[in-house]
């Protein structure tokens, strides 16, 4: 994953940066080791002192690819179903599943949006979507919302950071990447908590 995350951080002012981060985003709607929000992150963090690339753009970007590998996702779902979920066989992945089914039913919209920042969740969400026959109609502009705030929300953090330590850009990565990874995980602790608050009541 580092090595990725390297291998953009030093193509940023090449013109191949933002196809490289359309496909690294695209890989990451079904490979969550695939590292989309620290290259989003790191990017931005070194647009506010190198200029390139530009931020509007790395936005535009970085949501089309998200709604595309969101709805690609939705679309196995949708053709491999019930087979598919049944052969995941970790545990942490199978709860993961179960909320996404229960959660789906009961509020769609904040379901999908919370799951753009949860790496696990993002998937299951997407693929029961489309296994539980969850209309296309309804999920496609829930996802395309969902994926530009999470264009944004991350692209704004990287700024954030790259103009708060311009003077040491290789500092304003590094934390920025540490915070948007710690924020992730603190949802996905938040959703559990909470997930197990329910089941205890």
Request: hydrophobic content about 60%; aromatic content about 8%.
């Amino acid at each position: 994953m580092e090595e990725i995350t390297q291998w953009v951080i030093d193509a940023s002012g090449s013109p191949w940066v933002l196809p490289i981060v359309a496909v690294l985003t695209i890989l990451d709607a079904f490979l969550v080791i695939v590292p989309s929000e620290t290259a989003v992150v790191a990017l931005a963090t070194l647009s506010i002192s190198s200029g390139t690339p530009n931020l509007a753009l790395l936005i535009v970007v970085a949501a089309l690819a998200a709604m595309i590998g969101d709805s690609l996702t939705y679309a196995l779902g949708r053709k491999l179903g019930a087979p598919l979920l049944a052969r995941i066989r970790s545990p942490r992945v199978q709860s993961v599943f179960a909320w996404a089914r229960t959660a789906l039913d009961r509020r769609a919209a904040l379901v999908i949006f919370i799951a753009r920042y949860i790496p696990y969740g993002r998937v299951a969400v997407n693929l029961v979507a489309g296994a539980t026959g969850f209309g296309y109609r309804r999920f496609l502009p829930l996802s395309a919302l969902a994926c530009l705030a999470w264009a944004v929300y991350n692209v704004a953090l990287g700024a954030t950071f790259g103009a708060w330590l311009g003077d040491n850009p290789v500092l304003a990565v590094v934390v920025s990447v540490v915070v948007a990874v710690a924020i992730g995980l603190i949802i996905d602790a938040i959703r559990v908590r909470r997930e197990r608050r329910q089941t205890a009541e």
